[in-house]
């Protein structure tokens, strides 16, 4: 633990003062210094939301693209190559092999005489096989529930809906029974059983992913207000997916420490998102160019003279992380850069862009500690509305620390735009809500920690 004094006190002493100038927060109104940090932040976010940058997926090596160009922004900042780093193409990369399921070339979906748009229209399932359908018979199974598996499905496109019949939905022991078999691993299941030969599920919203598990038909989503009012007869299908091996890649950049050395900081982020589905880009503008732009921007404060640490600090932007945390997970059980046992506080950094609602603290409850200083220091600044918390969860890079027993928190932001894992989570659509509050407040947070020791 890494209070040793009164955490409340801490914050309420002469440092805190001195940290609230360091921090770029002003006494009143808005300063140059934080026109500055906010336009630095939308530069970092824009340049990793490019359309150059290829969604930072697997197809095009957009991971390995933005991988350089972090490495190039934490040198210019000042940053160092942690020393155990020994990767001959950069020294600030930690080099791993994953595997994921990956779309190839374009993908084709027509049905009736509509030709849907990829991306807007569909997306291929993370976990879709390759296939090549032409007139293909087209057979609506409803919530593909057991009891609608009556006909063959050979040679068939089976089109099927997530979750339970109204009908179900609304009577709660019938509910209760038939949730188990109402995921889309079980309708899946049952269709590919039948010998179908691809799988259409229309969804309210399009959410892409990532799967190391291939199946082998295809499985496209398709927006339910794009699928033919008139009942469809026949559809084209023509995807080319495959599971790919790639060698890629973490960021770690170091601030060595004044006071204490050899206990660590660990501020991360990922870097890494969807990258393309033929002519559909996944930009990864909140998920995580934003939390990378934050990283970066921390790390720019840090690394000035006036604001060393007394903690080494570790700044490490995760590849991988949308294939399973596959980055994180290297680095934390794998090939630890350091001892797990040296870090003293992880700060993980996702969707970081808006914030209009507050912000959640994902492992806050096993926390409860640093909770209460983060809250306190938020009561202080009036940075967000609300700082929520909740347990810790498998769902960032925190997750392969904190389930180690390193003391850390995933910070992520409430409100603003929806748009998560499909092809609208763009540059433009970043709205940077209490984006120069939060990193205030985020600073003051990891300075008041290091201090308390």
Known sequence: MMQKSNPIVAFKSAFSFILLVACGLPLSGQSNTEDSILAKAKKW??????????????????????????????????????????????????????????????????VGTDTLQIGHDYVVNAASGRGNLKGSKVVDLGFGMPEDFKKSLEKCVVVMRPGLPPEIEKDSERKKVMQPLATDAQKIERATRMKAAAIVMLRPKLTAGLSPIPANLPILDVLNTKWPKKKVKKANISVETGLKGIQSQNVVAMIPGTIHPDSIVLVCAHYDHLGRQGEAIFYGGNDNASGTSMLLSMADHF?????????????????????????????????????????????????????????????????????????????TLQAVKEVKSRPNAANSDHYPFVSRGVKGIFIYTMGG???YHDVNDTFANMEFQRYSEIRALLIRFLSELMQAQ
């Open 45 to 110: 976010a824009e340049s990793l939301a490019s359309p150059s940058m290829h969604g930072r997926g697997y197809q095009l090596d957009g991971h390995r693209i933005a991988a350089q160009y972090l490495a190039e922004e934490f040198s210019k900042l000042g940053l160092e190559p942690h020393p155990t780093l020994k990767d001959e193409t950069n020294p600030f990369f930690q080099t791993f092999h994953m595997s994921t399921n990956v779309v190839q070339g374009d993908a084709v979906l027509a």
């Open 303 to 379: 690394a000035r003279p006036e604001n060393q640490p007394r903690f080494t600090m570790l700044f490490v932007a995760f590849g991988g992380e949308e294939a399973g945390l596959v980055g994180s997970t290297y680095f934390a059980s794998k090939a630890p850069v350091v001892p797990l046992a040296n870090i003293r506080f992880l700060l993980n950094l996702d969707l970081m862009s808006n914030g209009s609602e507050g912000i959640m603290a994902v492992a806050g409850n096993e926390n409860p500690i640093e909770l209460q200083v983060l809250r306190g220091l938020n009561d």
């Open 417 to 419: 735009p929806p748009h």
